[in-house]
C-alpha cells in the first residue's frame, strides 16, 4: 500500500495548526509540516527535539494525529530535556509520546516510520536519519533549520543509500530551510 495524498486532511491541519500556534500574522514551517503529515495521512510520525527548542513543529505534527489517527512520538536525549518538552506541549493543549535516550539509538528500536522531522542543530542528525526504519509503504523525511552551517554539505543520498527510492527532494527557504524527502513504497507488489 502506497502512502495517498487527501489535500482535506492537510488543510484541515493546517488550519488548525495556525489556530492552536496562535500564529496569524505569519506562517512558520509547523504549519507546512502539519499539512503534509496530514496530507500523507502518516500513522507513524517520529521527532526529534533538542531542550531550548520551539514547540511549535510538535504541536502542528500533534494536530496532525487529530487527523489521521497515527501515533506521534519525540525522541529527546536526556530527562532534563523531557521534562521541558513536557511541560512545554502540555501546555500548548497537545501530547506526544516521548521516548529517553539518544536519538541515534532511539530511533533503531522505532519501526514503520512514515513522517519524520529532524532538527538539523541536532550533532549527529544525520545518523539519526540513518537509524530509522521507515515503513515499507513509503515515507516524508524532513530536516529542519537546514539553513544552518551544519546542514550545508547535507545531501539525501548520503544518509540513504540506495536502499530506499528517492522520489523528490526540496529545499524550502520556510522559517529556518526545510529539506524535504519523499521516499516510495518498497513493497514489491505495488
Not at 487527501?6 to 514551517?29: H, M
Not at 502518516?42 to 531550548?52: F, K
Not at 506541549?89 to 512514515?114: F, K, L, R, S
Not at 530536516?143 to 544518509?159: E, G, H, L
Request: charge should be neutral.
Amino acid at each position: 500500500m502506497k502512502m495517498v495524498w487527501s489535500p482535506e486532511s492537510a488543510l484541515e491541519a493546517y488550519i488548525d495548526t495556525v489556530k492552536s500556534c496562535g500564529n496569524f500574522q505569519e506562517p512558520t514551517g509547523a504549519e507546512l509540516i502539519s499539512a503534509m503529515a496530514a496530507g500523507w495521512n502518516a500513522q507513524l510520525i517520529v521527532e526529534t527535539w533538542r531542550y531550548g527548542g520551539a514547540t511549535t513543529t510538535s504541536t502542528g505534527l500533534s494536530v496532525a494525529t487529530l487527523h489521521t489517527g497515527g501515533r506521534h512520538i519525540c525522541v529527546v536525549p536526556d530527562e532534563k530535556t523531557s521534562s521541558e518538552y513536557t511541560k512545554a506541549i502540555e501546555q500548548t493543549g497537545h501530547q506526544a509520546e516521548v521516548i529517553v535516550g539518544q536519538p541515534e539509538t532511539a530511533m533503531a528500536a522505532i519501526e514503520g516510520v512514515d513522517f519524520m522531522v529532524v532538527d538539523c542543530c541536532l550533532k549527529d542528525f544525520m545518523r539519526v536519519l540513518k537509524a530509522a526504519k521507515l515503513s515499507n509503504r513509503g515515507a516524508v523525511l524532513i530536516c529542519k533549520n537546514a539553513n544552518t552551517a551544519a546542514a550545508r554539505d547535507f545531501r539525501w543520498r548520503s544518509v540513504l543509500g540506495w536502499k530506499f527510492p528517492i522520489v523528490r527532494t526540496a529545499l524550502l527557504p520556510v522559517g529556518k530551510g526545510l529539506n524535504i524527502a519523499y521516499i516510495g513504497d518498497t513493497c514489491e507488489n505495488n
